[in-house]
């Protein structure tokens, strides 16, 4: 494999058994990235709003709050806060935070992120469970345009499609994205870049 000098993918698929974790070990990942840089955007996107403030309550929140404070950076508000903001409290003067967000997608809607900036980590969990009226491939195309600048050409973000095996093969449109992931790389990516990164 040889390095090419910039980002290719988007992200991962990940596809899973049930209760094999891989959604918990995501949200963990989320919050390493989220705390090694300044000014990140993650966020939880799933099947519908539900779903995601119960990955964020009972799963996110949690291993957060174990965090050990002395590798805990400073944040504004408790221990249970609706969106973990890695600022200075208010009244914290001269005091430099990472100005990172961590929070979850309150709809599971195709356009819910249309103008919003990814340049953080973003699980997207049980797609394949997502409502009949939700078209998770254009919800994937408003999301993708928001992870990255000039059509792909500047990849800001990562993501990772989360779905057990069963709801992969009984999703038309969650197959569609499993069998063409190769389509996330972007657009200035040749076959023979493709090939030559391949051997």
Same mark, same amino acid.
């Given at each position: 494999?040889?390095?090419?000098?910039?980002?290719?993918?988007?992200?991962?698929?990940?596809?899973?058994?049930?209760?094999?974790?891989?959604?918990?070990?995501?949200?963990?990942?989320?919050?390493?990235?989220?705390?090694?840089?300044?000014?990140?955007?993650?966020?939880?996107?799933?099947?519908?709003?539900?779903?995601?403030?119960?990955?964020?309550?009972?799963?996110?929140?949690?291993?957060?709050?174990?965090?050990?404070?002395?590798?805990?950076?400073?944040?504004?508000?408790?221990?249970?806060?609706?969106?973990?903001?890695?600022?200075?409290?208010?009244?914290?003067?001269?005091?430099?935070?990472?100005?990172?967000?961590?929070?979850?997608?309150?709809?599971?809607?195709?356009?819910?992120?249309? &103008? !919003?900036?990814?340049? +953080? /980590?973003? =699980?997207?969990?049980?797609?394949?469970?997502?409502?009949?009226?939700?078209?998770? $491939?254009?919800?994937?195309?408003?999301?993708?345009?928001?992870?990255?600048?000039?059509? &792909? !050409?500047?990849?800001? +973000? /990562?993501? =990772?499609?989360?779905?057990?095996?069963?709801?992969?093969?009984?999703?038309?449109? $969650?197959t569609w994205i499993c069998?063409?992931?190769?389509?996330?790389?972007?657009?200035?990516?040749?076959?023979?870049?493709?090939?030559?990164?391949?051997?």
């Amino acid at each position: 494999m040889k390095d090419m000098g910039m980002r290719l993918f988007y992200g991962d698929i990940h596809p899973k058994s049930r209760r094999n974790g891989s959604t918990i070990m995501s949200l963990n990942d989320m919050i390493e990235e989220s705390e090694r840089d300044f000014g990140i955007y993650s966020t939880i996107i799933s099947k519908d709003g539900e779903a995601t403030e119960e990955h964020y309550n009972t799963h996110l929140l949690p291993a957060w709050a174990e965090r050990p404070l002395f590798i805990k950076p400073i944040w504004y508000g408790g221990n249970s806060p609706k969106q973990i903001k890695y600022f200075p409290p208010r009244n914290a003067f001269m005091v430099e935070g990472l100005k990172s967000v961590i929070d979850y997608t309150v709809s599971g809607g195709e356009l819910k992120k249309v &103008g !919003s900036k990814f340049n +953080g /980590y973003i =699980s997207f969990d049980e797609e394949g469970d997502s409502a009949a009226n939700i078209d998770v $491939l254009a919800r994937w195309d408003a999301n993708k345009n928001a992870m990255a600048l000039g059509d &792909g !050409s500047i990849i800001l +973000g /990562y993501c =990772s499609h989360i779905s057990t095996v069963e709801e992969i093969n009984s999703s038309e449109r $969650l197959t569609w994205i499993c069998l063409n992931f190769l389509t996330f790389i972007r657009g200035v990516i040749t076959d023979k870049l493709l090939r030559d990164w391949a051997q």
